[in-house]
T-cell receptor
């Protein structure tokens, strides 16, 4: 079993839909990161959170430490949101160990 | 503009040849990283460096080597000892090493071994 899992693996949505991507992990963490990988391969950091909820524009990230689960929500989705979304966790027991999830590929259709 | 550059974007190599991937950053970051990405898998850490002239192995360092002679540069050499080198390679940097900092990624280099 992978230490970081994401669901769904692939997601197709119509423009304007509300989207949720889930991340679950089985290790103790200090922080969780959400990243966005564009079709060309470049990666951008979206959020780093260790508790509660963060919002940036149409993106919302939440984390439940007790349940070891995080969600990334996209409101009013747009074709430019099409990308791979990656969840990554920083381990509590290691100063510099980050484990990356396999990613969720999102395609938003006009 | 500050950022991380990787070159080349696409690289082809014959089996048995060593090849060096470039990574340069002008963000004045102390820490730099090299990751490998394979289809359907999460990024895996190859090497990282917390400071000039120092680097540590990541999870999959075998068949790779690095140097950190300058703060701005962290080149990765894929040696002929790497059994399955075809992959997408990403370089990243952060102000310092650790799990509570944001890493900034380069555009990546796609290596294909022919």
């Amino acid at each position: 079993k992978n230490e970081v899992e994401q669901s769904p693996q692939n997601l197709t949505a119509q423009e304007g839909e509300f989207i949720t991507i889930n991340c679950s992990y089985s290790v103790g963490i200090s922080a969780l990161h959400w990243l966005q990988q564009h079709p060309g391969g470049g990666i951008v950091s979206l959020f780093m959170l260790s508790s509660g909820k963060k919002k940036h524009g149409r993106l919302i990230a939440t984390i439940n430490i007790q349940e070891k689960h995080s969600s990334l929500h996209i409101t009013a989705s747009h074709p430019r949101d099409s990308a791979v979304y990656i969840c990554a966790v920083g381990l509590k027991t290691s100063y510099d160990k980050v484990i990356f999830g396999p990613g969720t590929s999102l395609s938003v259709i006009p | 503009d500050g950022g991380i550059t990787q070159s080349p974007k696409y690289l082809f190599r014959k089996e048995g040849q060593n090849v060096t991937l470039s990574c340069e950053q002008n963000l004045n970051h102390d820490a730099m990283y090299w990751y490998r990405q394979d289809p359907g898998q999460g990024l895996r850490l190859i090497y990282y460096s917390q400071i000039v002239n120092d680097f540590q192995k990541g999870d999959i360092a075998e068949g790779y080597s690095v140097s950190r002679e300058k703060k701005e540069s962290f080149p990765l050499t894929v040696t002929s000892a790497q059994k399955n080198p075809t992959a997408f390679y990403l370089c990243a940097s952060s102000t310092l090493a650790g799990v509570l900092v944001t890493q900034y990624f380069g555009p990546g280099t796609r290596l294909t071994v022919l």
